[in-house]
Each structure stands twice: as structure tokens, then as C-alpha cells.
């Protein structure tokens, strides 16, 4: 893999990380909670784990069959549309903790995991994506340039989210009021990510 490629793949692999999406949403909502570490490295484990999927060559095979990328599809609309119905009812709060949320470290990184590994735009991204900058004429077999590929997508999505998460603990952290209704809003934007994936996926 030759400098020119890696930098190519860090460009493209950060102009997705800075669009907004269901991981920018979590990032925001955890910021106001004071849990913008746990949350992130649950974002980032999930980041990880499509990695390995698709260097393992899974990746191929669960997109070779129709039924079970449905399944996976439902499964994490479902999960965001729960996460954005609990933002939509209640709120975070800058430094609160809610009852109904997460109070733990296990449990933010659990709900990160889940809203990046079991979104499939994560999944077919990455199945779009790293075979095509891995060379087969290098001297590292392909699988490894996928993992390294990988880890530079997860240090670009560790910063951008981090910046996101403390930008609105702190931005935030005295406006009540705007933490509220940026936690609807981002409640909100999960519900229609949920919506358009499977949209997209039964079009």
C-alpha cells in the first residue's frame, strides 16, 4: 500500500466521518450526559468490529445473501429508532443522569457498540470501501491493509466524535433549555436514519 493510497483513504475515510449521522446524534446526547468517553469508544469498537468482518471476507458473504442483510438492516433501524424514542421523551440534560438511560461505563460503551455496529451503512461502507484501496501486489497480505485501513477510519472517527461530544458538553453545559431541544433533535435525526435505512434497504 503506497502513502499516496493511505492518504487518498484518510481524505474520503474523514469527509464521511464530518457528514452528521446516527454517531454524530449519540456523541451529542452522551456529551450533555457527561459520558463522551465511554459512549465514543463504544462508537469506535463498533467501527471496529465491520472492520474485522470485512477483512475476514464475512462481509462478502453476508451481503450474498438477501435475507440476512434485511434481518441485520431491521434489527439496527430498530435499535436507532428506540435510542431517538428516548431522546424524543426525555431529553438529556447537561450533567444529568436519567433513570432510563445508561449510568455506567459497560452500558455507554454497550449502546455505542450498538448504534455503529449494527448500523448496515457502516458495514457497507467499509465492504465498499477498504478492498478498494488494499493492493494485492503489496508484500502485507489484504486482509492486514484492510485492518490498517480500518485503523485509520476509527482514529478519524475518535477524533471527529470526541470534538463533537465535549463541543456540546461544553457548548451546552448552561443552556438547559438548548440541551433539550438539541437532544429532541437528535432523537429525532435516529428516527430518520432508522426510517431511510430500511426505506433504502426494501426500496
Known sequence: MTISALASFWALSMLFVIIPG??????????????????????????????????????????????????????????????????????????????QWAVTWVDWVAKGFCVSGLNPKVFLLFLALLPQFAETSANWPVPAQILALGAVHIINCGVVYLLVGYGSQAVLRSRPRAARLIGRLSGGAMIAIAIVLVAERFA
Open 22 to 99: 446516527a454517531d454524530w446524534a449519540y456523541a451529542i446526547s452522551c456529551g450533555m450526559r457527561r459520558a463522551v468517553i465511554p459512549a465514543v469508544s463504544g462508537l469506535l469498537l463498533g467501527h471496529f468490529a465491520a472492520t474485522v468482518v470485512v477483512a475476514a471476507g464475512v462481509g462478502a458473504l453476508l451481503t450474498g445473501a438477501p435475507g440476512a442483510m434485511n434481518v441485520f438492516s431491521i434489527v439496527g433501524a430498530a435499535y436507532l429508532a428506540w435510542l431517538g424514542g428516548q431522546l424524543l421523551i426525555a431529553p438529556p440534560t447537561p450533567g444529568a443522569i436519567d433513570a
